[in-house]
């Protein structure tokens, strides 16, 4: 057989001398065939047997995280000063620094008029109001001199459990894409005009939430290839306190698997543990046994996290199966509404009654519940009989 170039959405075919005319009606989606009889129930057989209905695919991801952050903080700074010279003890781990504190009590010596008091006391303020746990200290005069300590302990511990589980039907061998986010705007250049007066300002826009994209495609004997991207971002913060640039949490994941129907596979997770020491001390006086630890802060830092996506593949292969799917998923958020308000009708069912007049999906009755689960056995395909089929053109 040999295929010939015709109009566009049409191909001429001619088999053991015979010649048709296909061509495609989209409008329709039909095909008009012109040709002799024989033909035209050579091919009218064929596509009926290709023109049956598509299975589809439900995927239903698990996306679980959990993290757990300990955080302890333990420190002591001494401050001396006097007419003869001024000794003292400052971390940078520390959130009350001792610099600071002292400034604030040195204000209340200064006229009320000075500047430099007011800013001094807003020093000591802003430093005790970012300031965790237990923070203590007093001072008294020695000789001609001031003394002064601080004391800061703190222990934080902070656990979140992190579950999202997007889902979407699609056909076989068709590419979905599920997104619920944001759109974050972002800088991307910045030009100034004349006089630097009126800048002009590009801007980029970042979808933010949760992705899934995914191609399913069923395989003989019940499985499903899956072609997917599972992406989870959110907005971490400013990348610092003087810039406008944002920084970026992102959990992505790209892979091709193959599961059985109705199974939970796992499509990769990440197992992670972070451990920071960080000791300031007096070299010498913070190493002593005991006493040591009035010359040094410790602070101490864990954080765990366990990240897991999992997936489940389902072949909706019937009529029955997805009105019984349906009615399943509308039962589950018919109930979650009556819970919030048991003595009010669920505005679920309100809106289906008033706005689209129709009722609410319901299982086949069929006598037994209806139950999405693999079969492990797919439904006996009729084979098409071997016939002289002519080729089609482009």
Known sequence: AEAEGGAIGSSTVTATGQRATIARFPGANALVISGPADMQRTLADVIRRLDVRRQQVLIE???????????????????????????????????????????????????????????????????????????????????????????????????????????????????????????????????????????????????????????????????ITLTLRQEVSAINGGLTSSTTDLVFDKRELQTTLVVDDGDIAVAGGLLDQNDIIQADKIPGLGDLPGVGALFRSNSRQRGRTNLMVFLRPTIIRTREEAQGLAADRWGYIRDQQQAVQPDREPSLDALVRDYMRTQAPAAPATGEPMVIAPTGVTAPVAPVEAAPLPSAGH
Request: no cysteine; hydrophobic share 35%.
């Open 61 to 223: 991801a698990i996306v679980v995280e959990l993290s757990d952050n300990a955080v302890r903080e333990l420190g002591v700074q001494w401050l001396y000063g006097g007419e003869n010279g001024v000794g003292l003890t400052n971390y940078t781990d520390n959130a009350t620094p001792l610099v600071k504190m002292a400034g604030g009590a040195y204000a209340g010596q200064l006229d009320e008029d000075d500047p430099l008091r007011e800013q001094l006391q807003t020093l000591a303020l802003n430093s005790l109001v970012g300031a965790n746990g237990f923070v203590g200290g007093g001072g008294f005069e020695v000789g001609d001199g001031l003394f002064g300590f601080i004391i800061n302990a703190a222990k934080t511990d902070k656990g979140s459990n992190l579950l999202q589980t997007p889902s979407i039907m699609t056909l076989d061998n068709e590419e979905a894409t599920f997104l619920v986010g944001q759109e974050v705007p972002i800088t991307t250049g910045q030009t100034l005009l004349d006089g630097n007066s009126n800048p002009f300002t590009t801007t980029d826009r970042k979808d933010i939430g949760v992705r899934l994209t995914v191609r399913p495609q069923i395989n003989a004997g019940g499985s």
